[in-house]
């Protein structure tokens, strides 16, 4: 995790490191720092807490360079102080990292014994030193940078400054990202096209292994071997307004209502509306296949299992969802005529990527699901297939999980369709089906007064249960982590056939539970678990449609009616209003909606 930015410039970077770690505080904010070269000498400004807090420090004594670096952080290894804050110094070197430094505690042992002493208790001041040691002994720069590269095991993105070598910033990358941003007599490197795209919108995606020397006019780019590359400058759009708030008060907030637009130019992207047809581009032959193998982490493994009740239901095709972190370790057995399918929104969860490499290495054709369509996972699969809801920046994930349900929902019909599940009628029925989804999301979303004054209780809660069945498991699964993780309250979900065998035993007078339950196959079930959760004093929260409303137990306290569907987009339905359920329970306990404790937006760390 953590962002950072490196910008060799012709004016004062400070605004613009400030302006640019603003845009990455959605990768950490336990703390932030910046260092420049002023006079010549390294000059470095850090502060636990959020960039704002930095802010107070560099309005006190601004750092007044026109080269310089900044990070912000989210904590591994050592507490969020200012000490283990980056930029992080060593003799002449002095930079930021992202990533973690696997040998770091050896490598820390030998520099001791050496006589080098440290000032914090992370990975990153090991690099400095090993960076300073290589060029004390003599090397340039860059050699001295291979040199350490060469001895580091781990990930990083790095940018750093060497005093005496002014106009210069050098960078690497391995299993973090960074790229290259080249402005006119200026230069910049970023953890990605948001950090840089105030200053330009030419950029180079890094490749794994690459380190690099920028100045004010150009690029030096070498591989792992050393050896000059060149890499593609490409022209990235990263368009002021798409992260911005509007008028709403939190990203979260906005990033909810925008799902019925992300939803839509998705879908658009998957369904032929003339011919009422789904096609997911990239050639896959889904009549050969024998599985499909989802990895994932977080909201996006909560999308994957939605993909696969949707894909096994209609397209009888076996898939397998796994969270990718137990996934990568557990050595699993595997199909090679099987699709590996990598949803992520980020596309540098490091977990999911290193599911994903392990799938490719047994031979299995890739696929993935991601929003940042320049990101590490979306170049090394065989196929992409975006997710087109624009740049997601609240922490909690929501118009990407949609988003994400939408390719699975169309994926799930063209491969229906291609196995012979289902005919060129019942197609084109359930893409016309699909293409409501965008209308019946933003008639969910008006429910947001009504889920409001539900959250007024639920705030007051301890513990809340989700249940669900069938595609509303997943479902009950993504309401009860988007409560948790911007609230703080304890929530679990639970298929609810299995209420019987544990959960109810938390089921009293304080305990919310959120039943979801459309007026589908699985409602009868349903609304019998609903019947048992009263029985026992349980207060139900139910969100259902207008036929489960009349078809509720008696006694039925607090109903959502959410507009009526076919099950095949109610997850999309639904959704909303289980993200304006956590969202205003978090607004009303006045948690930080968009930058929770402890979390960040993309887990590049394992
Ligand atoms: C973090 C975020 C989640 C996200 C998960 C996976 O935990 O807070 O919102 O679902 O990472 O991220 P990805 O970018 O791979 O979808």
């Not at 420090?57 to 283990?84: F, K």
């Not at 780019?221 to 050393?226: A, M, N, S, V």
């Not at 008696?554 to 304006?580: E, F, Y």
């Amino acid at each position: 995790m953590c962002g950072i930015i490196g910008i060799v410039g012709k004016s004062s970077v400070q605004e613009r490191l400030l302006e640019s770690l603003k845009r990455l505080e959605y990768r950490g904010y336990d703390s932030a720092g910046v260092a420049g070269i002023v006079e010549g000498r390294l000059a470095r400004r850090r502060a636990a807490g959020k960039i704002r807090a930095l802010e107070d420090v560099l309005s006190a004594n601004p750092l007044n360079a026109t080269v310089g670096i900044g990070h912000t952080r989210w904590a591994t290894h050592g507490a969020p102080t200012e000490a283990n804050a980056h930029p992080h110094k060593a003799g002449r070197v002095t930079l930021v990292h992202n990533g973690i430094i696997e040998n770091y505690a050896e490598l820390r042992e030998t520099l001791k014994a050496e006589g080098r002493t440290f000032e914090s208790q992370t990975d990153t001041e090991v690099i400095a030193h090993l960076l300073d040691r290589e060029i004390a002994s003599g090397k340039a720069p860059l050699h001295a940078l291979k040199a350490t590269l060469d001895q580091m095991s781990g990930a990083y993105a790095l940018a750093i400054l060497v005093e005496g070598e002014d106009g210069l910033i050098m960078g690497a990358r391995r299993g973090s990202p960074l790229v290259v941003g080249f402005g006119e007599g200026e230069m910049f490197l970023g953890s990605d096209a948001l950090a840089v795209g105030p200053f330009t919108s030419r950029i180079a995606y890094l490749e794994e292994g690459d380190f690099v020397a920028i100045d004010h006019g150009s690029a030096r780019i070498f591989d792992e071997t050393g050896a000059p590359v060149e890499r593609e400058v490409k022209t990235v759009p990263a368009s002021a307004a798409l992260v911005e708030k509007g008028n709403y008060r939190h990203f979260m907030e906005k990033e909810i209502h925008d799902q019925p637009e992300g939803c839509q130019r998705t879908l658009a992207a998957y369904l032929d509306t003339l011919e009422a047809r789904a096609a997911m581009p990239g050639g896959v032959d889904f009549a050969a296949l024998e599985r499909i193998q989802i990895v994932a982490c977080g909201t996006a493994y909560i999308a994957g299992l939605m993909g696969k009740y949707l894909i096994e239901q209609l397209a009888d095709l076996p898939v397998d969802v796994e969270i990718a972190s137990e996934f990568r370790y557990r050595a699993p057995a595997l199909n090679a005529k099987s699709l590996v399918i990598a949803v992520s929104q980020s596309g540098e969860t490091a977990d999911t990527l290193a599911a994903l490499r392990y799938c490719k290495a047994k031979g299995m054709k890739s696929a993935a699901v991601v929003n940042a369509v320049q990101s590490t996972i979306a170049r090394e699969v065989d196929v992409v297939w975006p997710i087109h809801c624009g740049p997601e920046i609240g922490v909690a994930s929501t118009k990407a999980f949609t988003a994400q349900v939408s390719v699975m929902t169309a994926l799930a019909v063209a491969a229906a369709r291609a196995r012979g599940r289902i005919d060129a009628d019942e197609e084109q029925r359930l893409v016309r089906v699909m293409l409501e989804a965008p209308r019946l999301i933003a008639e969910s979303i008006k429910l947001e007064e009504s889920v409001r004054s539900i959250a007024v209780e639920v705030a007051k809660a301890r513990d809340v249960l989700y249940l669900g069945r069938g595609p509303m498991y997943p479902l009950a699964l993504e309401g009860a982590l988007k409560l948790k993780e911007i609230s703080y309250i304890h929530a679990e979900g639970y298929a609810a056939g299995e209420l019987k065998h544990g959960p109810i035993a938390l089921v009293d007078e304080a305990t919310p539970i959120v039943i979801l339950a459309p007026y589908d196959s699985y409602f009868e079930k349903s609304a019998s678990n609903m019947s048992e959760v009263m029985a026992r004093g349980g207060q139900v929260v139910f969100i259902t449609d207008p036929e489960g409303q009349r078809h509720a137990p008696a006694g039925a306290q607090v109903v959502v009616t959410a507009p009526r569907c076919d099950p095949l987009i109610a997850p999309l339905v639904m959704a909303a209003p289980i993200q304006l359920l956590a969202y205003h329970v978090a607004v009303l306990k006045g948690a930080d909606v968009d930058q929770p404790r402890n979390l960040a937006k993309s887990v590049t760390v394992e």
